[in-house]
């Protein structure tokens, strides 16, 4: 009712709607959605129950004469549910940005070029933004896994890009029942979830101890854990190995004037592949990957100063305005709001942007270039350089140098050429046994 035949036809209009102080009841209010014009031209074609074409919308109708006839008690409930949901949209800011919007869910996997976007949610406001953090989830998986298409037999991507959904301190959103749910089949249309939490115990709070979430995950990496539990739960996940153990015994006589026995036993005995002790001492530099299938991987955090992609990207500065995709055209009562492909400026906007980020790029990789080719030519012939000078000009922010993993060596650090490996086999996941195939880890 409020998108046909009222000003604001947004979440922030069906706010105001609901408290309007015309109302002198909930009665009057849907006796008002019951009786108003929705196509005053009869454009839409809609039937009434006579088999007529009506101005009213038939659904809204039928919902708005099913409130009036329910119980007073019964109507004020659902009429104070409704608001009590809905009361975030009153805050202006809230409001105002959710009045309309420049791109549509389905666009940021299927435009013409690749979209990023950031839902970003300040500390002190998450709590309160939880409504509206879970409708810009839940769309974003309803719209992009719905449609799923065949040819010849074979799976037809809908997409023109796959997605990934980074949620990052996923625990502070809340219960979101979507992403329990979407954990099974959003593979299949091309979007994959990255989750972060600090503690497996945060999503076991939230969604209860019978939650699929870390067992939907294909891939799992953790690092060391705070809590003895956590641990526990990941010695038993790693599985058991079996190590050989000497048992030694002496013997001799009473008085001690004979020479004694040794006599030596070994046995055979199971073990956890790594114990809830060796977890809780896990180094910073550390991680253990459990992935689908394989035995779990011990491996080395890749840290972005380490690598000059990650650096040169650092310096690219944010943009002053976000893209715009589409621009909504002016429309009248009753009308649709069709979203129009954006003009010829916005897209020479976009490309400038683009060059104005290849440049940057390409300034700060010469930069790191000839300042490591100095440092190179520097060192004394026949000598290796220095790994830590190298992180060390890679990281002026880093005022020092963490220690090594007491369970990796030195030379766990990657090279130049591992690294540029790894990046062009990582760029499809489907060789992930090739990239394991790699030295990365030691």
Same mark, same amino acid.
């Given at each position: ?115 990023? /976007?950031?839902? =970003?949610? *300040? ?6 933004? +939880?409504?509206? #953090? %879970?409708?810009?989830?839940? $769309? ?94 990941? /010695?038993?996940? =790693?599985? *058991? ?6 048992? +030694?015994?002496? #013997? %001799?006589?009473?008085?001690? $004037? ?185």
């Amino acid at each position: 009712h409020v998108v046909y035949a009222e000003p604001k036809g947004s979440l922030q209009g069906i706010a105001e709607f609901l408290g309007d102080p015309r109302w002198s009841d909930d009665r009057q209010m849907y006796t008002e959605m019951m009786n108003a014009e929705h196509d005053p031209e009869r454009k839409m074609g809609w039937l009434n129950t006579s088999g007529e074409i009506t101005k009213i919308h038939p659904i809204i109708a039928n919902v708005a004469k099913t409130m009036l006839n329910k119980e007073d008690k019964d109507r004020s409930g659902v009429l104070s549910t409704a608001k009590s949901l809905l009361s975030l949209y009153l805050d202006p800011l809230v409001g105002t940005n959710t009045n309309k919007s420049d791109f549509l869910m389905k666009d940021l996997m299927t435009s013409a070029k690749p979209v990023s /976007a950031y839902l =970003t949610i *300040k500390e002190k406001d998450i709590d309160r933004m +939880v409504p509206l #953090s %879970r409708l810009f989830f839940a $769309l974003f998986v309803r719209r992009n896994a719905s449609d799923m298409k065949f040819e010849n037999g074979d799976f037809k991507a809908s997409y023109t890009f796959p997605m990934l959904m980074l949620i990052d301190e996923m625990p502070l959103l809340k219960k979101l029942p979507i992403l329990q749910e979407a954990m099974g089949y959003v593979a299949g249309y091309g979007i994959r979830m990255f989750l972060l939490a600090q503690d497996i115990t945060q999503i076991e709070e939230i969604y209860g101890d019978k939650q699929s979430i870390d067992s939907g995950a294909s891939t799992r990496i953790v690092f060391a854990p705070n809590k003895i539990e956590t641990a526990e739960k990941l /010695a038993r996940m =790693t599985g *058991k190995t079996t190590i050989t153990e000497e048992k +030694v015994s002496h #013997s %001799r006589d009473i008085v001690g $004037l004979k020479a004694g026995s040794v006599s030596v036993n070994t046995e055979k005995i199971s073990r956890d592949l790594m114990t809830a002790d060796e977890f809780l001492v896990l180094h910073d530099h550390d991680m253990v990957i459990f992935s689908k299938g394989q035995p779990p991987i011990y491996g080395r955090k890749s840290f972005y100063y380490e690598n000059p992609e990650m650096v040169a990207r650092t310096r690219i500065a944010p943009p002053e305005q976000s893209d715009c995709l589409r621009v909504i055209p002016a429309f009248k009562h009753g009308e649709s709001a069709p979203l129009s492909p954006s003009v010829s400026s916005q897209e020479i906007a976009d490309e400038k942007i683009e060059q104005q980020i290849a440049t940057q790029l390409s300034s700060d990789r010469e930069d790191l270039r000839s300042r490591i080719n100095a440092m190179l030519n520097s060192d004394h012939e026949g000598e290796t350089t220095n790994s830590d000078s190298l992180i060390s000009l890679l990281a002026p922010v880093a005022a020092t140098k963490k220690s090594f993993s007491k369970y990796s060596a030195k030379s766990s650090v990657l090279t130049a050429e591992e690294r540029q490996t790894i990046n062009e086999k990582t760029s499809d996941i489907t060789l992930l046994d090739e990239v394991l195939a790699l030295n990365a880890f030691d």
